[in-house]
C-alpha cells in the first residue's frame, strides 16, 4: 500500500474552478492506478475518476468538467475541476491501487483521509 495525503479543498462559487493535488509515499507510485471518490453527507461514496497506463475513466457527473492526470516525478495526482457545482459538494479521496475494480470503491485499498470542497450557489 501507499500513503497518500490529499490537499487543502476549499470553498468556491458555482461555476468555478478548483484544483486537488494528492502526493503518495511508500511505494512503486509510478506503477499504481490512481483515482479520485467523493463522498456528500448522507449519500454513498461515489466514484469520480482514475487514471490507469492506458486510460482514463470519469463518471457521469463529472464528464467534461473533471480532469486528472499525474505527475510521477513528484508522487502526485490531480484533479482538475472546472465549472463546479453545489452538488459537486463533498469530501474528496484520493485512491491508488494495483488491479482494481475501476468503480467500485470497495476493490480499492489506498485511501487519503479526504478533503472537503464546498460549492455555494
Known amino acids: 500500500q501507499v500513503q497518500l495525503v490529499e490537499s487543502a479543498g476549499g470553498l468556491v462559487q458555482a461555476g468555478g474552478s478548483l484544483r486537488l493535488s494528492c502526493v503518495g509515499s511508500?511505494?512503486?507510485?509510478?506503477?499504481?492506478?490512481v483515482g479520485w471518490f467523493r463522498q456528500a453527507p448522507g449519500r454513498e461514496r461515489e466514484f469520480v475518476s482514475a487514471l490507469t497506463d492506458s486510460a482514463t475513466y470519469y463518471g457521469e457527473s463529472v464528464k467534461g468538467r473533471f480532469t486528472i492526470s499525474r505527475d510521477n516525478m513528484k508522487n502526485t495526482i490531480y484533479l482538475q475541476m472546472n465549472n463546479l457545482k453545489p452538488e459537486d459538494t463533498a469530501l474528496y479521496y484520493c485512491v491508488a491501487d494495483i488491479g482494481t475494480v475501476i468503480r467500485d470503491y470497495g476493490s480499492w485499498t489506498s485511501w487519503g483521509r479526504g478533503t472537503q470542497v464546498t460549492v455555494s450557489s
Open positions: 511508500g511505494g512503486a507510485f509510478s506503477s499504481y492506478t
